[in-house]
């Protein structure tokens, strides 16, 4: 038996918001396939769902040393940096993932707020611009370019942004609007 059974209920328990019973799935996978660097990456983003932010660096760790060409574990790894204050990390991993899938407008919003967290606003704004070039339903992106925007000063394309953020479902942006944009 080599693991497959196992993974894949694993991903059917994350589509369920199951993330203790994926874990055990993953765990399960990998005790019969070491070497399936895609149970490590989704056991890591499992780890990440419940807190484990070290377990889950290494787990994607482990699945970018089985493939060094895997855009996603980078993507994920440097999410996890970030949440444990690496935003330094998190940046070089956001640069492999788009040097890797330039088309992962996911990474680019996620190097975006990086960016905008060490200060590089105009950085920022051209990550979440790309970011919605690839996605233009991205709320999320509006939403953090609105932020990079107002910290540049520009008060009109912030709230603009926030504006287009809370019309495609960031409910967040509102608060912002309430609070800026009067």
């Given at each position: 038996?080599?693991?497959?059974?196992?993974?894949?209920?694993?991903?059917?328990?994350?589509?369920?918001?199951?993330?203790?019973g994926a874990l055990l799935d993953f765990n399960k996978a990998i005790?019969?396939?070491?070497?399936?660097?895609?149970?490590y990456n989704n056991r890591g983003f499992v780890k990440g769902k419940?807190?484990?932010?070290e377990g889950a660096v290494?787990?994607?760790?482990?699945?970018?040393?089985l493939d060094l060409e895997d855009s996603f574990a980078y993507n994920?790894?440097?999410f996890v940096k970030d949440k444990?204050?690496?935003?330094?990390?998190?940046?070089?991993?956001y640069n492999k993932a788009i040097e890797l899938n330039p088309?992962?407008?996911?990474?680019?919003?996620?190097?975006?707020?990086?960016?905008?967290?060490l200060g590089d606003n105009r950085g920022a704004i051209l990550d979440f611009n790309k970011a919605i070039e690839l996605n233009p339903e991205d709320g999320t992106a509006y939403y953090g370019r609105g932020i990079s925007k107002h910290n540049m000063g520009d008060k009109d394309g912030a709230?603009?942004?926030?504006?287009?953020a809370g019309e495609l479902g960031f409910m967040d942006a509102y608060d912002f609007i309430k609070e800026y944009c009067k």
């Open positions: 038996m080599d693991g497959t059974a196992y993974y894949h209920r694993g991903i059917t328990k994350v589509e369920l918001g199951d993330y203790e005790e019969l396939n070491s070497e399936d660097s895609f149970a419940l807190g484990d932010y290494l787990d994607f760790n482990k699945a970018i040393e994920n790894r440097g444990l204050g690496d935003n330094r990390g998190a940046l070089l991993d088309e992962d407008g996911t990474a680019y919003y996620n190097r975006g707020n990086v960016k905008g967290k709230c603009l942004d926030w504006s287009k």
